[in-house]
């Protein structure tokens, strides 16, 4: 039989989160192109169920929080202690492949030492950096440097989604012939401009209607998209807001929108790929934010590239590489990390006229499909990883 190359994520398809989208389609990539997979991962959670198809997939319970995350080192190693043992139990793969956090590449790497294998570092941020960013003791930042710098430093390659993550990497001492960007995107064939609404719009639907889509944690800095469509809903009393994902940030919005705007924003929590992009279709624009100067400042959220493949403008709350991005693109209004601006850009979006929209949504998905499609990212990311371990 075939060695398999071998993912080990906490994060996998069917769970709702930027991470288990790429590495699905990683996994159908390297199958495409010969190379049986077989997949690490956790038991989702809530009422999320798997379709994993043909695909080999070995699924594991984690602790979670009450949303349903696996956040914080004592649930990353409630994966990653099992994982040391399902590892090495298994025959030998060709290639491991794993995603952060940094505890899981340590895991791996020292499986692939024992089992004298290559292994492959998907780095969709960089982890240490972004504990700085919120004020973590100096101590543990320093510990996870090195341990990230450790696990980076012996892959065969480090699949890196943007540019800005890749400066990064190499400040941590990869070299630069390990070092391949891959890109980032979104799946084109569920997130698509022509399909269902949401199945029931909140009370109030027909008015202007903004969607936000994926994690809400405190250096995404949701509040200022709150604390905006307030000040646009006084104008627009049908004004609707709606948040599909999960996040530690959640209660603390909740808790805002309801002293602002009670009852006019609608927290869903986590829903299927399917479910948020005919929420996208609906939306008068989606909103993406970045909270700036917390060292995420070099992130193109997915979030930007769902909408846009559903054919919705967006509206960017940051600074940064997303906000040259939907600047640059023609995606929508880059206003800013400002409440003022955040409100004229939702104003500007409900003023669009019917071809002005349709204009737009030509160009946002044309754009898509072009520069951010999932299914090209996934192959050039499997591609790269074989080509690092000698495999291509």
């Not at 997130?191 to 809400?216: D, K, R, S």
């Not at 640059?328 to 209004?333: A, D, M, N, P, T």
Request: neutral net charge; hydrophobic residues 45%; charged residues 20%.
């Amino acid at each position: 039989m075939t060695r398999p190359v071998r993912i080990a994520s906490r994060l996998f398809s069917p769970e709702v989160a930027a991470a288990a989208f790429r590495l699905r389609v990683l996994s159908d990539a390297f199958d495409s192109l010969g190379h049986p997979v077989e997949v690490l991962t956790t038991t989702p959670p809530g009422d999320l169920v798997a379709d994993d198809g043909e695909l080999r997939v070995s699924r594991w319970p984690a602790l979670r929080d009450e949303q349903g995350n696996i956040r914080g080192y004592l649930h990353y190693l409630s994966f990653d202690l099992p994982l040391a043992m399902r590892l090495l139990v298994r025959r030998r793969p060709v290639l491991l492949v794993c995603e952060p956090p940094p505890t899981t590449g340590l895991v791996v790497r020292v499986a692939a030492a024992i089992q004298r294998v290559p292994y492959a570092y998907y780095a969709g941020d960089v982890w240490s950096d972004g504990a700085a960013s919120m004020g973590a003791p100096a101590a543990i930042v320093r510990v996870l440097r090195a341990v990230e710098s450790w696990v980076m430093r012996g892959a065969s390659s480090v699949l890196c989604i943007s540019d800005g993550v890749a400066e990064r990497v190499a400040h941590l001492g990869v070299e630069d012939s390990r070092i391949v960007v891959v890109g980032n995107g979104v799946d084109t064939d569920v997130f698509t401009p022509v399909g269902p609404g949401p199945e029931a719009l909140p009370p109030g639907g027909g008015g202007p209607l903004f969607v936000y889509t994926g994690t809400m944690s405190e250096w995404q800095g949701a509040e200022v998209l709150v604390r905006a469509f307030a000040a646009f809903r006084a104008a627009e009393p049908s004004a609707r807001l709606v948040f599909l994902g999960q996040g530690s940030d959640v209660p603390h919005l909740r808790r805002l929108a309801e002293q602002l705007v009670p009852g006019a924003v609608d927290f869903r929590g986590v829903v299927p790929p399917a479910h948020a992009a005919a929420w996208l279709r609906a939306a008068t624009a989606a909103l993406v934010s970045i909270r700036p100067g917390q060292g995420y400042d070099f992130a193109k959220p997915t979030k930007v590239y769902a909408a846009t493949a559903c054919g919705t403008p967006v509206i960017f709350s940051g600074a940064g590489a997303g906000h040259e991005l939907v600047e640059s693109q023609r995606l929508g209004w880059a206003p800013g990390y400002d409440v003022a601006g955040v409100t004229r850009a939702m104003a500007s979006a409900w003023a669009l006229t019917d071809d002005e929209r349709a204009r737009t949504q030509e160009h946002v998905v044309a754009w898509t499909e072009d520069h951010a499609s999932l299914q090209t990212m996934g192959r050039l990311a499997a591609e790269a990883a074989l080509r690092g371990a000698g495999l291509a």
